[in-house]
């Protein structure tokens, strides 16, 4: 089945860095990729829709220069969290359409948990 | 715009017994209807979902929902659960062709022994 990876699992930098998120999907192409963010006990919340090829789109609300995103290729979106702050502390989840798949069914990596000290 | 409410916080069940969790849709149309697993830690992963036809859906792991239009709910339930159950669960709405899901707060079940 379709599988997606997210790297790093776990991350934690300190106050004032970026950090960069890889969402990859490892068996299909997706045009289309999904940016989630959870807080502890929460719901997701979505934050952007990541185009191959295109600006991503961002949620209202959610800053874009803070949170860059890059969808350089079929299979790999990248989310970059700049100069990070504690707020920022989240559990980062990314999901995948594949773009051969006619059914409105997203696959979801694992997550990425950032701490930022 | 749609939005989901899962009425249920949190469920308690005794391991071998039958497990049912809420879900209210707000949508003005037919909408496509999920449920998504999460253990402690992990992504997402799909148990079942809606789109057309017959209203009760079959998913893994024993899991099987019902849409009921009348009521907008898409409820879960599970005959007999297993310890492996205990996890979150979050039920989605999306529109027909818009890969935008919107979740529900979730609902964390745990299974006691």
């Known amino acids: 089945g379709a599988v997606v990876s997210q790297h790093p699992s776990w991350v934690i930098c300190k106050s004032g860095t970026s950090v960069k998120i890889e969402c990859r999907s490892l068996?299909?192409?997706?045009?289309?990729m999904f940016w989630y963010r959870q807080f502890p006990k929460q719901s997701l919340m979505l934050m952007a829709t990541?185009?191959?090829?295109?600006?991503?789109?961002?949620e209202q609300g959610v800053e874009k220069d803070k949170f860059l995103i890059n969808h350089a290729s079929l299979t790999l979106s990248t989310l970059t969290v700049t100069s990070a702050h504690p707020e920022d502390s989240s559990f980062y989840i990314c999901?995948?359409?594949?773009?051969?798949?006619?059914?409105?069914?997203?696959?979801f990596g694992a997550g990425s948990r950032l701490t930022v000290l | 715009a749609q939005s989901v409410t899962q009425p249920d916080i949190h469920i308690t069940v005794s391991e071998g017994a039958s497990l049912e969790l809420r879900c209210n849709y707000s949508y003005g149309a037919t909408p496509y209807l999920f449920w998504y697993v999460q253990s402690p830690g992990q992504g997402l992963q799909l148990l079942l979902k809606?789109?057309?036809?017959?209203?009760l859906v079959q998913g893994i792991k024993g899991f099987e929902a019902e849409f009921k239009r009348s009521q907008s709910s898409f409820n879960l339930r599970k005959p007999s659960v297993h310890w492996s159950d205990a996890a979150e669960y979050f039920c989605?709405?999306?529109?027909?062709?818009?890969?935008?899901?919107?979740f529900g707060a979730g609902t964390t079940v745990t299974v006691r022994a």
């Open positions: 809606y789109f057309s036809g017959d209203t």
């Open positions: 989605a709405v999306g529109a027909p062709d818009d890969y935008k899901l919107s």
């Open positions: 068996d299909f192409q997706a045009t289309t």
């Open positions: 999901s995948a359409k594949d773009r051969e798949s006619g059914a409105n069914v997203l696959t």
């Open positions: 990541s185009n191959e090829g295109s600006k991503a789109t961002y």
